[in-house]
């Protein structure tokens, strides 16, 4: 996996803007892929992508089978809160197309954060969800978040094996429906 930085992630604005974060990804097949927060300017683009999932895919990250109401539903999700989520899109260089997600929220606190990553069916099993998930990483960590979460259905093996492979520990909920993931962050200096 080739990676190229083309920007640092700084500290946090007081403001609570969106943080600069760019980062140029080389997928499995050598296509190009930039890293970057998502614009409001990006609701036609994530609504293709959206369109290029399989309903599994859509279930596996919206628990949700109707693509109608998920693209009816887009704006609400391209408008992250300001200070609180953090969005970050995976757009091919050419042609512009936007094929993957990360989401970071945090509670209101700061100390613990949600995360979740989705990759469009045609360029998932490329690195790009890994590394999502390590940029999601990296954000939670320079906004000094001290425990990340995630919720998983229990048949996504493939996030379940993800999410393992970077250290998040895993538990059921009550009914088996739902795994819970969890991992302390360090911070230094």
Same mark, same amino acid.
């Given at each position: ?77 391209? !408008? ?7 969005? &970050? *899109? $995976? /757009?091919? =260089? ?44 990296? !954000? ?7 425990? &990340? *979460? $995630? /919720?998983? =259905? ?36």
């Amino acid at each position: 996996m080739e990676v190229q930085e083309t920007r640092q992630l700084t500290d946090p604005e007081p403001s609570g803007e969106a943080h600069p974060f760019v980062r140029v990804f080389t997928l499995r097949d050598g296509t190009q892929a930039v890293v970057r927060p998502m614009q409001p300017e990006d609701l036609p683009a994530w609504r293709a992508m959206l369109e290029a999932c399989s309903p599994q895919t859509l279930w596996l990250r919206f628990e949700c089978h109707s693509l109608p109401r998920l693209l009816a539903d887009a704006p609400q999700w391209c !408008l992250p809160k300001l200070g609180t989520q953090w969005v &970050l *899109v $995976a /757009e091919l =260089l050419a042609p512009p197309r936007i094929i993957g997600e990360g989401r970071l929220c945090l509670e209101p606190h700061g100390e613990c954060g949600e995360f979740c990553v989705m990759v469009a069916d045609p360029w998932q099993r490329h690195g790009l969800g890994r590394f999502l998930t390590d940029c999601c990483l990296e !954000l939670a960590t320079a906004l000094r978040v001290r425990r &990340l *979460v $995630a /919720e998983v =259905l229990p048949e996504n093996a493939r996030m379940i094996a993800l999410l393992q492979s970077r250290g998040f520990g895993l538990h059921k909920d009550a009914h088996g429906q739902v795994l819970f993931a969890e991992r302390r962050l360090d911070h230094f200096g």
